[in-house]
């Protein structure tokens, strides 16, 4: 599977074009509103035959472009987020253990929670696409949007760090200017995790956090599929 | 090789960690002197052996962070940059078709001018990191520090464009969000190079650009590595 990592500077997004270069079925996870433009070019440049338009979770710092690259695109991709976020414009609500075809490679739905209620971190063969549940040496907030820092402990320890160690872990943000992990180096370093869940949830909890900035929109935006 | 990817964001520029994961040699090109704390740490948590600080150029838009990089590490790794440069504070003085070694991988030298007349690009197996000469969609200004356009279309068609398409493109920067892109794609998409040589000249001598705000002080800067 190929893999092609966009940044939207405003909200330190990053966005993941995936395509199967036999089929050149493709893909895109967490769009991001104010990109479509660049988007919808880069899939037609590279010939691609956009498929999916996937969300890792209800976003609140930004609006999703998933409605509108629907609307560009001819062949009709289809929008697809958690079954919990009970989304009425999604065209696929999507449960753990769920895959999704490009050609001839899937695509491996895995429910994450933790940040949200409807979290997926999506699998394929050597990679993860996390999200928010967990960000290089760090992981989602947990204090809105029925967050829970016990259920991110659980799903990023009892469920991420259970793939193969050179996994390499794709986040939905990085505020820092890195890119890309791996399981093994997320295990090893990352310094949340290391104290256990109890240390975890009161570590979470602790924190005093504004309110984003974009929530009272992005919320109720991205649950029109930012249309 | 693994590749790690690194952005600044006050500069747009992308620096990259390279290793060879048999003998954990690394080479760090085009480090940002604000971001020497986040590449020290993660080349120490990734128990990398810092061997190479290497340079695509003298930049006029940030301060390399080679000089601190390499005070900072025991084993010394070795600044270098092209000859036409002539630092005194670079290790190394590099000429077209050098070889730099990471264990058993080698990186070679290409000496691709006119962004300056110090531009090289690193290529290893399956992949190029062009600094400022080729970039995604684009190529770097051609109007100061002995810029010339006819040498940077020289150097994009006669050198780069012969490497094999599937090469991936790693540029010193993006403004877009853009992060890789391949020599076949931008042998077929970037619209500066579609009309010739001639056009090439016209419009890199027609850009009106202004003068990059931090040239007064990054170029000697960096002719001092930084220090």
């Not at 809105?144 to 760090?161: E, H, P, V, W």
């Not at 924190?207 to 919320?219: C, G, N, Q, S, T």
């Amino acid at each position: 599977m190929e893999i092609r990592q966009l940044f939207d500077p405003e909200s330190s997004t990053y966005s993941y074009l995936l395509w199967d270069p036999a089929s050149k079925e493709a893909a895109l996870i967490d769009s991001v509103k104010e990109q479509v433009d660049r988007d919808e070019k880069l899939i037609r440049e590279l010939g691609l035959k956009l498929k999916w338009l996937l969300e890792t979770h209800i976003h609140a710092d930004h609006i999703t472009g998933a409605g509108e690259l629907r609307a560009r695109f001819d062949k009709q991709p289809k929008v697809a987020v958690h079954r919990a976020s009970q989304s009425h414009c999604a065209d696929r609500l999507l449960d753990d253990g769920d895959e999704l075809k490009l050609g001839d490679e899937s695509i491996q739905v895995l429910y994450t929670p933790g940040h949200t209620d409807t979290d997926i971190s999506y699998r394929i063969d050597g990679a993860v696409f996390t999200g928010d549940t967990l960000l290089i040496r760090g992981s989602g907030r947990t204090d809105f949007q029925s967050g829970d820092a016990g259920k991110a402990y659980d799903s990023i320890t009892g469920k991420l760090f259970t793939l193969p160690d050179a996994t390499r872990v794709y986040p939905g943000h990085d505020y820092n200017g890195l890119t890309v992990s791996t399981i093994g180096e997320e295990k090893r370093t990352n310094p949340r995790l290391a104290k256990g869940r109890e240390a975890y949830i009161a570590l979470m909890n602790a924190m005093d956090l504004p309110k984003p900035k974009r929530i009272d929109e992005a919320v109720p935006g991205n649950l029109r599929c930012g249309s």
